[in-house]
């Protein structure tokens, strides 16, 4: 059984995650096995302070014992989990962790620059210890399927993702809950995005990408009418059409992370983690600009080149 430890209670996930982990609250359907949250540290907040005490009773309530400082869970876990809001604090409170060979998950954002996500990559590497990130939206059921060899569809020649792009100071762009359709764009198409334009308004923005082997993709973050989460991808037998649904991501992203911990082996490559990060970065930088085209090496190296 590995023994987690979390830090940052202002997000809904510090209570969604320990319930599943834990097997408290939550239907059987929605247990997983082989990891209990037994350490946690409430931490503060720059975007949602107010969160944070009833988010610590839930939390406690499954059993959790409550810190006061994060370093008191070394020794004591065997992985942690970052699950501050805000991409920005992720650094300094991974910092200690990985410095301490302890592996990490790093909630959505990773980062909110791409310095940040550099210096953690940098130092996961010389400690030769797992470090990770996701949406949860990546393991959507839906997704999965599309995305299997055995997919009747074949192979993706392109993509249009869908979903809620709320804005959020401290998570500029994409950054909150942007990441999550930006998320299911890579999933989809993979790492290889050489180059992005936006066009933004109040109510909407369409990102679209151009991958380095000629295939192009679409996101369209969503902020009136319907948000729902979902996608379009353009295949080699057929068209799939398809809406998202959320009932198991949580589950689903959870058991990534067990098995994830278990092998030593990241579910999901820290290059493409680093891909988002600029990809992400790159968008808002072509929407401060008017949509001008911006290409990601011009935003930061690739992760080869670090």
């Not at 014992?65 to 869970?73: A, C, K, N, Q």
Request: proline share 5%.
């Amino acid at each position: 059984m590995i023994r987690l430890g979390i830090v940052d209670f202002d997000t809904s996930h510090a209570v969604e995650f320990t319930r599943r982990f834990n097997h408290v609250g939550v239907a059987a359907d929605q247990y997983v096995e082989g990891a209990r949250v037994v350490l946690g540290y409430p931490g503060d907040s720059e975007m949602s302070p107010e969160r944070i005490p009833e988010f610590t009773r839930q939390v406690a309530e499954c059993g959790v014992e409550l810190v006061d400082d994060p370093s008191e869970m070394i020794g004591k876990i065997d992985a942690v989990l970052i699950h501050s809001l805000c991409g920005a604090p992720h650094l300094e409170r991974v910092r200690p962790f990985l410095s301490a060979s302890i592996p990490a998950f790093v909630d959505k954002p990773f980062a909110c620059s791409t310095d940040d996500a550099a210096e953690m990559i940098n130092l996961s590497a010389e400690k030769n210890v797992t470090l990770f990130s996701s949406s949860a939206l990546r393991y959507a059921p839906e997704i999965e399927q599309v995305t299997a060899s055995s997919s009747p569809a074949g192979a993706i020649h392109g993509v249009l993702t869908y979903g809620p792009a709320k804005r959020a100071a401290g998570n500029p762009g994409l950054f909150h809950y942007g990441v999550h359709p930006t998320e299911m764009l890579f999933t989809l198409m993979g790492s290889g995005c050489q180059q992005v334009t936006t066009t933004y308004t109040d109510d909407a923005e369409v990102c679209t990408g151009e991958w380095n082997d000629g295939r192009i993709a679409t996101l369209r973050g969503l902020r009136t009418g319907s948000t729902a989460y979902g996608f379009v991808a353009f295949c080699e037998t057929g068209v799939v059409s398809q809406t998202v649904s959320t009932r198991y991501v949580y589950r689903n992203l959870c058991q990534a992370i067990v098995d994830g911990f278990v092998t030593g082996k990241a579910p999901i490559a820290i290059e493409e983690t680093y891909d988002i990060v600029r990809f992400i970065a790159a968008a808002f930088e072509s929407e401060e600009s008017g949509g001008r085209t911006v290409s990601l090496d011009s935003i930061a190296p690739k992760i080869s080149e670090l």
